[in-house]
């Protein structure tokens, strides 16, 4: 327990979550020019080809980003976060739970631009648009805390038994030599 008890004390950053809301604002990729004619530069256009054919969002990059910089300067003034969800979010599930996104943990699914940025974050705090995919994203920290011990004591129980598991094994070897 003193071992399980000096890790969690030393890794609280590890642990950290946080609940948030979002604005997502999408975009339609475009299809570089000129991009050349490798096999590599030939393979991203057409990447980009098959992402803009199917685009149903209604904005360029430049637009949705100027419109995502609006918002944020508009949150930063006071506005009322829930309003502008329900007025320019573009993704309909957080928007039917009035920017409610979840959970991130640095652990978590979210893509690393989006964990980074949650991180740094403080609670209240509203984010600068963050690209990632086709949208970019607005997010505010509605909770930052850290995961209590009971809800990752196994885990680092896991991980000691791993870390330790090397030494144990090196001991054995050296005393049945």
């Not at 979210?110 to 984010?127: P, R």
Request: hydrophobic fraction near 40%; charge should be negative; charged fraction near 30%.
């Amino acid at each position: 327990e003193e071992a399980i008890n000096d890790f969690y004390a030393h890794n609280q950053s590890r642990y950290e979550f946080a609940r948030i809301k979002v604005i997502a604002i999408g975009f339609c990729p475009t299809v570089p020019k000129n991009l050349g004619t490798s096999d590599e530069a030939i393979a991203e256009a057409a990447k980009a080809a098959v992402a803009a054919s199917g685009c149903t969002n209604k904005h360029t990059e430049e637009q949705a980003h100027d419109m995502a910089v609006g918002i944020v300067g508009r949150l930063r003034g006071g506005a009322d976060f829930v309003k502008l969800v329900a007025q320019y979010s573009e993704d309909p599930d957080s928007k039917a739970t009035e920017g409610d996104f979840g959970l991130v943990t640095r652990d978590g699914a979210f893509k690393q631009e989006i964990k980074e940025a949650v991180f740094a974050l403080k609670e209240s705090e509203v984010s600068d648009p963050i690209r990632s995919g086709n949208y970019f994203y607005i997010i505010k920290i509605k909770e930052k805390a850290v995961q209590p011990l009971s809800n990752v004591h196994e885990a680092i129980i896991q991980e000691l038994k791993q870390k330790h598991f090397p030494d144990y094994m090196n001991e054995l070897s050296k005393r049945f030599k």
